[in-house]
């Protein structure tokens, strides 16, 4: 993905990054403290990333993009989805309870904002709605955090994105389990949306209270990722 014209290119810190989450997890209840760190740690406009690098791949049309190889790996025994933040009661899912809540289905065009789609994927998840529903969302929850294993990845979308009618954290695509390549085992699926915002690897899900600018945001790419309506330098 070509950076926006007139950035300026700054090493990025990363290790801000990791720092900030090694403190979130010993030391801050999850909750406001933990979104914030998240919000502030991607600061103001940064450079360019090396790594960005597509490689080929053996399916139809997808690129597959990984910011910082190589790609997380996923086993399916110790693999736990974390969904915490402005919640009733934080959750921490292992990959058989993802499994278990209703399964949602649906076949959507999926767009990069460098110009390359693929049509008619097949996906099945599960829907945000019934992923936070034992949650419990709390009324000052208007939007969701995704944050990837493949650090510093993380996106937001505002509740009301997430629980679009075909919004999903997807564990299947075209009928077979998520490749490690295209996010093993859960990515998110927004496809009225930019490719940009459907983190792969998803890890960890946190409810705030309002959205944040995530890894390509922050590089220039608009936050509300519209197919056909938000901004794009391809
Ligand atoms: N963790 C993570 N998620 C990511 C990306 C990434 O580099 N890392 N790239 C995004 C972009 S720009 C696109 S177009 C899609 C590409 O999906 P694919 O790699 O499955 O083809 O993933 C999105 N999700
Ligand atoms: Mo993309």
């Known amino acids: 993905m070509p950076e926006p014209a007139g950035s300026d290119v700054r090493p990025y810190g990363r290790r801000a990054f990791l720092g900030v989450v090694a403190l979130g997890l010993s030391s801050l209840a999850w909750g406001e403290p933990a979104w914030r760190a998240l919000s502030s740690l991607l600061g103001p406009a940064t450079g360019r990333v090396p790594g960005l690098d597509a490689l ?72 945000f709605g019934d992923l936070f529903e034992q949650a419990r969302p709390l009324p000052s929850a208007k939007a969701v955090a995704f944050v990837s294993a493949e650090q510093p990845y993380v996106d937001t979308l505002t509740l009301e994105q997430a629980l679009l009618p075909d919004a999903m954290l997807a564990y ?63």
């Open 56 to 127: 080929p791949s053996p399916t139809g049309g997808w690129r597959i993009y990984n910011v910082n190889p190589p790609m997380p790996t996923f086993d399916r025994a110790t693999w736990r989805l974390r969904i915490e933040g402005l919640v009733e009661r934080p959750l921490e899912l292992t990959y058989n309870e993802l499994l278990a809540l209703p399964r949602a289905e649906q076949v959507s065009d999926f767009h990069c904002v460098t110009g390359w789609s693929v049509e008619d994927v097949r996906w099945a998840g599960v829907r």
């Open 172 to 234: 299947e695509m075209d009928g077979k389990p998520l490749a490690r390549e295209h996010g093993a085992p859960a990515r998110v699926v927004i496809p009225r949306m930019y490719g940009y915002k459907n983190v792969k690897w998803v890890e960890r899900i946190l409810l705030g209270e309002e959205a944040f600018d995530g890894y390509w945001e922050e590089r220039g790419y608009d936050r509300d990722a519209w197919v056909g309506r938000s901004n794009g330098y391809g």
